[in-house]
């Protein structure tokens, strides 16, 4: 079999047309999609910060992590603090919430990659609700195994064979609460 330049160039040449076309095309559905994702991404994070301070009718923008929340009267009713750390997967996002008496009101993990089954389980309320209501011992929460006895203040059970995805959600709390300490303590 003899190879001319046209058996070589004609595929090579096919491919990378439909190249060119797909790329185009992704690129297309990128501009027209990347707005509308924006806006459902700034509603969820709208609406979790709703649910981690329900106390609050309105939220100030202090930064992009940062929030204060407000009553109907407009009295500050807390704080939500959104934080990152690493996990077993990679980042994981968290949104606190956190009220004025530094009673922790709410906690909403908002994005990870940790196992299914395992690590992801740190989004059920199971586990993110043993912060719920409990104003952390020596300003900080501690994680312990799954099944022994928790010490005596602020101690958060880790999910089931998923301790670095517990320490994760942990450490980011703990990160909301010193920014909470700090801010308090620069308006008071």
Not at 114 to 134: H, P
Request: net charge negative; with cysteine.
């Amino acid at each position: 079999m003899k190879l001319d330049l046209k058996t070589i160039l004609r595929p090579a040449l096919t491919l990378m047309i439909i190249c060119l076309i797909v790329t185009a095309g992704l690129g297309g559905v990128d501009a027209l999609t990347k707005e509308r994702i924006a806006q459902l991404a700034a509603e969820a994070e709208q609406s979790a910060r709703a649910e981690v301070l329900t106390t609050a009718e309105s939220f100030e923008a202090l930064s992009d992590t940062l929030y204060i929340g407000k009553d109907a009267d407009g009295a500050k009713a807390g704080y939500v603090i959104i934080t990152e750390t690493s996990g077993y997967g990679g980042k994981v996002r968290v949104m606190t919430g956190i009220a004025v008496t530094g009673e922790v009101t709410g906690v909403s993990i908002l994005s990870h990659n940790e196992t299914v089954g395992l690590g992801a389980n740190c989004t059920k309320e199971s586990f993110w609700g043993q912060f719920l209501g409990m104003i952390p011992g020596n300003n900080k929460y501690t994680v312990y195994k799954f099944g022994t006895a928790a010490p005596a203040e602020g101690g958060i059970e880790a999910i089931s064979s998923a301790t670095i995805s517990s320490n994760a959600v942990v450490k980011a709390v703990n990160d909301a609460v010193t920014i909470f300490r700090a801010q308090e303590g620069a308006e008071n």
